[in-house]
């Protein structure tokens, strides 16, 4: 499974920006997508998961009602739009895979439940 992460950029606080996320080797209806960030200095924090149905979605209180992931099954790509941005954004921002169709909450915060990860994109919010 190989991802690639994409869509980041410099923007301004308040701008919206929409990360995708290609997906290959498998097929969205049998694997949960989760994106996940990391500021310089922080640990990594999960923000938002897709289950393989698509039925399911979590997101982290920190970006819940600004990001809204979705995906395009015909593409095989999630998508993590990501709006009213706050310098506090600025991350890399990382997709992983999880093939199968298992789902908990969980998916959502930890990094350790996916097998696969992109190589990251950088979301620099300026004030």
């Known amino acids: 499974v190989q991802l690639q992460a994409s869509g980041g950029g410099l923007v301004q606080a308040g701008d919206s920006v929409r990360l995708s996320c290609q997906v290959s080797?498998?097929?969205?209806?049998?694997?949960?997508i989760g994106w996940f960030r990391q500021a310089p200095g922080k640990e990594r924090e999960g923000i938002s998961a897709?289950?393989?149905?698509?039925?399911?979605?979590k997101y982290a209180d920190s970006v819940k009602g600004r990001f809204t992931i979705s995906r395009d099954s015909a593409k095989n790509t999630v998508f993590l739009q990501m709006g009213s941005l706050k310098p506090e954004d600025t991350a890399v921002y990382y997709c992983?895979?999880?093939?199968?169709?298992?789902?908990?909450?969980?998916?959502?915060?930890?990094?350790?439940?996916?097998?696969?990860w992109g190589q990251g994109t950088l979301v620099t919010v300026s004030s």
């Open positions: 897709i289950s393989s149905s698509g039925g399911r979605i």
């Open positions: 080797g498998t097929t969205l209806d049998y694997t949960a």
């Open positions: 992983a895979a999880r093939r199968g169709r298992i789902w908990s909450r969980s998916h959502c915060q930890r990094g350790d439940l996916y097998n696969s």
